[in-house]
């Protein structure tokens, strides 16, 4: 039992707790005799009088024992007078003894009445109160007895029945109530203590007291801090999903009185958890708990609830840092610092790398490292993926830094945005640009140039070089007409890339990062907060940004400005178009009398060439020849007249 027993074993308190119950029952039995008897109080037999005193004392003798019995705690916790929890007794006895149906019949003086009521009740016990009748009383404010809504009679006369949870809690028996068991997940506390970070975080929370707002995108170190929190208290703690909290306002009442006396009962806690920012019906539910329950709330969500400020305190939660996440690595991988780990590229710091790419609370550390070194970095590129491949499109990269053919200054600069990726950790941590400032740690970079002039391709290059996971952001996908919807799936976006281990790829960035509007209208507006929510994100990501652009005019300067690399990506000259031609086509495709450098005087964006090799291709096999300067050059032909160009090019090679 919990509910303020003390320390002793299990079995002796249940033995002194069925001496009490049958006392109790014992005592109810002569109470019930004496009111089906006849005549007036001062006419019943002196002895029976003498039975139902002696009776009395010895229920009330072991009520002040210690500890005292499952009634005696259920009165204390919630608070009930002595006539309601005599009320609570006589409910119970109908579940506790199979004669208390017959005994309130006779009580009542009506055979079809086997039941217990507020009549009767107020009949038998002394200092009946009228205020327990009231839906605010605590017997029917904490769902203790249930009035039966199915017999038309006055309330006094309705049937009353024990709730379950009551039933088996003055029995002895202390579980969650079912009606929320199937509702709730119990939170498992953390393996190990929680980095200095996070319990720092966790002592701050230990004083406060009632709705404490939980911030932040990472589910699982949100679990981790209230789980601590919790363990530090002596509480259970329980999670329950926002979108399991009921949408009516009756459901609302019901789910908020019973937690609010489950956690009186039991030494509890609730976690509520949702990605989205609640709704009117979701904040009333919450209220209504976070007014009611005796121990702290906790509520996890992506955003601040403003309508929830007045009732709660609100902390930001993160990941540990990336110095403790390096610490949590060395500690989980137990390899040596300068170990070259099989199957993958040797670096000098495992740990200090995967804390640099990846942003993980400590338990996926810890389960994602226990599959050994080999692959850790597979494993979690792996885990974020689900989430990504809902908002974005995964790409595999095929190609290598020998297939990209670029002018030299794009071509350095690729490689300078390569070795930053490849170094943050040392940069950042190491040397202390981290602690320096919190802003622009982010490596984000654009790319501006026509179309087919090899954007996408530098992408596939940096990602395969870099080892990450390449995703293309659907515009379609992101951008919303509705007031807000942006920037929600901008956010779920960044929010799972956050983890770590990707490369995102914004094609036509233009059309989402495009200069901010003056403010003629409430559209502007929105569509001005929509790109400032964007600039603060760009600011804060962690990890490997990449923008593609047609049109690098139409970008906000100020936009522009926070980005660490802008790659011009110009059509290819005649030197570039030639390595381009000569990488065309794959080795098994068959040529004859191919003039590459002629080709090359076609000025064609290396997407062009690719796309003409590939038709050459086909015409060939169709015809059954090689592929010829004829063949290429009719698809030459076909590919500027898809494209609206004239073809005066060819005619004069």
Known sequence: ?????????????????????????????????????????????????????????????????????????????????????????????????????????????????????????MTIFDEPEWSALSPSGALRAWRLVEVSPAVEAPLVLRPLR?????????????????????????????????????????????????????????????????????????????????????????????????????????????????????????VLALRRLAERAAGPLFVGLADVCAELADLSSAYEIRNPTPAEQRDLWQSALRTDPAEDVPGQRAHPDLAGRMAAEFDLDAGRIARLAAGGAAGVRARCRALSRPRLDALAQRLTPAVTWDDLVLAAEPARQLRELADQARHRRQVYDDWGWRGHTARGLGISALFAGESGTGKTMAAEVLAADLELDLYRVDLSGVVSKYIGETEKNLRRLFDAAEQGGVLLLFDEADALFGK?????????????????????????????????????????????????????????????????????????????????PLLARLNLSGALIHAIALHASFSAAAAGTPVTMPLVLAAARRELRKADRPTNEVESL
Request: aromatic share 6%.
């Open 162 to 282: 024990v709730d379950e949870r009551i039933a088996h809690f003055v029995k002895g028996l202390n579980v969650l109530d079912e009606r929320l068991a199937v509702l709730l997940h119990p939170v498992e506390s953390a393996a190990g203590p929680l980095p200095p970070s996070q319990q720092a975080a966790a002592d701050a929370m230990k004083a406060a007291t009632g709705l404490l707002q939980l911030v932040g995108n990472s589910p699982a170190s949100t679990r981790a801090l209230a789980g601590a929190v919790c363990a530090e208290l002596g509480l259970h703690l329980y999670e329950l999903p926002l979108g399991a909290l009921p949408a009516g306002a009756a459901e609302a009442r019901e789910l908020a009185a019973l937690w609010a006396r489950e956690s009186r009962l039991l030494p509890v806690a609730l976690l509520v958890t949702g990605a989205e920012e609640p709704t009117q019906g979701q």
């Open 1 to 121: 039992m919990s509910a303020g027993v003390p320390r002793l074993s299990v079995a002796a308190w249940r033995e002194h707790n069925d001496d009490y119950l049958t006392a109790s029952l014992a005592w109810l039995r002569l109470l019930l005799a004496r009111g089906a008897g006849s005549g007036e109080p001062g006419e019943r037999t002196e002895r029976d009088e003498r039975r139902l005193g002696r009776a009395r004392e010895r229920v009330l003798s072991l009520e002040r024992s210690v500890p005292p019995p499952a009634l005696v705690l259920l009165s204390a916790a919630l608070g009930l007078t002595r006539f309601e929890q005599d009320v609570v007794l006589l409910c119970a006895a109908m579940e506790l003894d199979t004669r208390t149906g017959e005994l309130c019949a006779a009580a009542m003086g009506d055979p079809h009445q086997p039941y217990p009521c507020f009549a009767l009740a």
């Open 516 to 596: 901010r509007t003056e403010v003629r209208d409430s559209h502007d507006r929105y569509a001005n907060i929509e790109v400032n929510y964007l600039l603060q994100r760009m600011e804060t990501y962690r990890g490997l940004a990449v923008l593609a652009t047609n049109l690098r005019a139409a970008l906000d300067p100020a936009f522009t400005r926070r980005l660490r690399f802008i790659v011009p990506f110009a059509l290819p000259a005649a030197a570039e178009r030639e390595r381009i031609w000569a990488g065309a086509f794959p080795g098994g495709v068959p040529m004859e009398g191919l003039d590459v």
